[in-house]
Structure formats: C-alpha cells, structure tokens
Nanobody, 127 residues
Framework: QVQLVESGGGLVQAGGSQRLSCAASGRTVSSYVMAWFRQAPGKEREFVAAITSSAGSTSSADSVKGRFTISRDHAKNTVYLQMNSLLPEDTAVYYC????????????????????WGQGTQVTVSS
C-alpha cells in the first residue's frame, strides 16, 4: 500500500505562482512513476505531469508546458508541482498519483495506469 498526502493548494490570482507537494509513504520499490492529474468541475480527470523515481524522465501536458515543472526529492519521497503564470482555466482539484510501471507513453498520461491516489488539493485561480 502507498499513502499519498498533497498540500499547497489554495486561492491565487491569475499570473501568480503556487507549489504543490505530495508526500508518499508505505510501500517503496526501486522504480515507479509519480504524477499529477487535475479535475475541474464537470470535466474528466486530466494528466498534468509525471516523473520517474530517479527523476530521469519527465513529461507534461501541452497545456502546462513552459508554466508547470514537476520535480521530486527522492530522499523525502516527495514530488512537487511548481506552477507559474497560472490561468483561471488551471482551476481544479489536483491529485497526486503513483504507478508501479515502466516509463512509457502514453501509459504515464493515463489515469487508469495509476493504482494509488491522494485525496486531492483545490487550486483556484481568480481572474
């Protein structure tokens, strides 16, 4: 079992920045993928960004490229999402997820690839 706890959400003005954190505990293996997804009201959950356990590979959705950066602290078993130049359309509940899979696309961008999920943290961007 893996437990994930997100933090860092809240209200921010458009153009501002925010950093989300996700701390993982429980089962650990040598190779796994951590990712961020988001879900806005009335919309499906969508992929935001992913990173390997070694931080050797990352991927992000086109909608956030150049604005969001995913990173991780392996020693702390924590993944971060630095969000800059936030837009009102970034408003959503952001979820952290873990998958024990090999890094490959499009698998890492699919929600069904992930077995463990955090409770989510609300990010609201005001215009």
């Amino acid at each position: 079992q893996v437990q994930l706890v997100e933090s860092g959400g809240g209200l921010v003005q458009a153009g501002g920045s925010q950093r989300l954190s996700c701390a993982a505990s429980g089962r650990t293996v040598s190779s796994y993928v951590m990712a961020w997804f988001r879900q806005a009201p009335g919309k499906e959950r969508e992929f935001v960004a992913a990173i390997t356990s070694s931080a050797g590979s990352t991927s992000s959705a086109d909608s956030v490229k150049g604005r969001f950066t995913i990173s991780r602290d392996h020693a702390k078993n924590t993944v971060y999402l630095q969000m800059n130049s936030l837009l009102p359309e970034d408003t959503a509940v952001y979820y952290c997820a873990v998958a024990f899979i090999r890094w490959s696309m499009p698998q890492v961008s699919r929600a069904r690839s992930y077995a463990y999920w955090g409770q989510g943290t609300q990010v609201t961007v005001s215009s």
